[in-house]
């Protein structure tokens, strides 16, 4: 998930100082791994997403989930890696093919590249953006402690490993209400980060997520909260802020949507009553 590379560490002398020429350091440097994934469904390209690898099964899993396509785990049948036909056939780990269950539809094809930015780039038309959950987290009648949110940023921040050693990852983390980890993934896309976490949970028989709060590492954007409906999540909590569509999508899904959630601070933009304390 990481690589070495030598950079040039360049560090200006002080501002009161005579010399004003920067200091010049030769060193290694950590770098966060970005790769693309092809993702094929009975050997038909379906999407490519550029990732970090690692829970590359989740993170296809997830996408599925998240797309519509399925929301058990006995609606993937295998899920493996395989050869890629720009590489001469051999194995690069880059490329997965997913065969579903008798009777499940493979989403639509995504029309061109998913950059690590976004989740929802290459739909072909606007009907394409909003998806229908077969879950319903409006009806979720979980509430969580103030305190307990407050906690959640610095137990995400402590569970991301990569992160440490490259400063350029995102990270999602499914928790109980009660400030339980389930599970905690990074990416260099914060959408593969959240599917990652959702497939996991997908492949652990967990959905719907009731009784759960997904912490996200930055901004809730309208695909994130999506994201969250299609798995059944109550609570949506990030450390910076949400999107309007975000928060209008929340609303109308009946999501509890926390934005700015820092130190002992927090603000709550919808479904304000499940939050106690």
Known sequence: MTVRRP???????????????????QRPDSLAVEEPLELRVGGQPLSVTMRTPG?????????????GAVARRDEVRTVRYCHSHDDGGRNTYNVLDIELAAGVAPPAGRAFLTTAACG???????????????????????????????????????AQRVFDSTGGLHAAGLFTTGG???W???????????????GAALLAD??????TVLMVSGRASFELTQKAAMAGVPVLAAVSAPSSLAAELAEELGITLVGFLRGDSMNVYTRADRITG
């Open 206 to 211: 967990a959905l719907p997520a009731a009784g």
């Open 55 to 67: 829970n590359d099964v989740e993170l296809a899993h997830g996408f599925l989930l998240t797309e």
């Open 180 to 182: 339980e980890q389930l």
């Open 7 to 25: 950079v040039l560490r360049l560090r200006l002398g002080q501002a009161d100082g005579a010399d004003q020429r920067p200091h010049r350091v």
């Open 184 to 198: 905690v993934r990074e990416d260099v896309g914060r959408h593969n980060a959240v599917d990652k976490v959702l």
């Open 120 to 158: 929802v780039c290459g739909k072909a038309a606007l009907d394409d953006v909003r998806l229908r959950s077969r879950y319903e987290p409006a009806s979720d009648a979980c509430q969580v402690d103030a305190a307990v949110l407050a906690r959640l940023p610095a137990r995400l921040r402590a």
